[in-house]
């Protein structure tokens, strides 16, 4: 069914929170009230987002994806088919520990994460990074990184729309679309 909000929400998915214009939740996803979400984000099926979580704009997340309370992902984030985030370091049942404790996590603008990758509580995936499929991330990731494994590590270097950089041959590259990267003190800063 469409929503005279400007978003749509489909006859099967289960929507408690206003979300931004243009944004698409697919059957059997359900946002949670009081979570945040943005424009023109894609939600797909069997997708849930908690109460405390926040959705940037232009998010695509795939199916069967869960965003808990304390996971912020910024604008531009795409996170894969059944990548898991986490938000409690500690978890233990009710009948053990009545104690929560939440652990943010933060995933900036144009982070991809691929599919089964685990993102454990309490990182920062940098900007325009990559997480590569099945990865378990246990610390945080620079901006433009390519990483991939268990746990993942620094494998490589990526542009804003996720082409391998070289920088073999020196500290400073361009992409095909002409953006000039600098390599310096293992960090990768956008030029221009």
């Known amino acids: 069914m ?11 998915a289960m929507c408690e929170s206003e979300v931004g214009e243009g944004t698409r939740i697919w059957a059997y996803a359900h946002v949670m009230k009081n979570a945040t979400v943005g424009k023109n984000c894609n939600i797909g099926e069997h997708s849930f987002v908690e109460s405390g979580a926040i959705v940037g704009d232009n998010c695509t997340i795939k199916n069967g994806v869960a965003i808990w309370d304390g996971v912020k992902l910024e604008s531009d984030v795409f996170v ?3 990548a898991t985030f986490t ?3 500690v978890p ?8 929560f404790h939440l652990v943010s996590t933060t995933i900036k603008r144009g982070s991809s994460i691929g599919a089964n990758a685990t993102i454990i509580c309490g990182t920062v995936l940098g ?3 990559m997480i ?11 901006d433009f990184a390519l990483v991939y494994g268990n746990p993942a590590k620094v494998c490589g270097w990526v542009s804003m729309e ?3 950089l070289d920088f073999s041959k020196g500290d400073e590259v ?3 679309k002409g953006r000039r990267y600098l390599f310096k003190d293992n960090k990768i800063s956008l030029l221009n």
Do not use: L
Request: net charge neutral; hydrophobic share 20%; proline share 4%.
């Open 162 to 164: 996720g082409e391998r």
């Open 174 to 176: 361009s992409d095909s």
């Open 127 to 129: 900007q325009f990074c």
């Open 80 to 82: 894969g088919p059944y």
């Open 132 to 142: 590569g499929a099945g990865s378990v991330v246990t610390k945080d990731v620079p």
């Open 2 to 12: 469409s929503d005279k909000k400007g978003y749509f929400v489909h006859e099967k």
């Open 87 to 89: 938000n409690d370091m």
């Open 92 to 99: 233990r049942t009710k009948s053990i520990s009545s104690e």
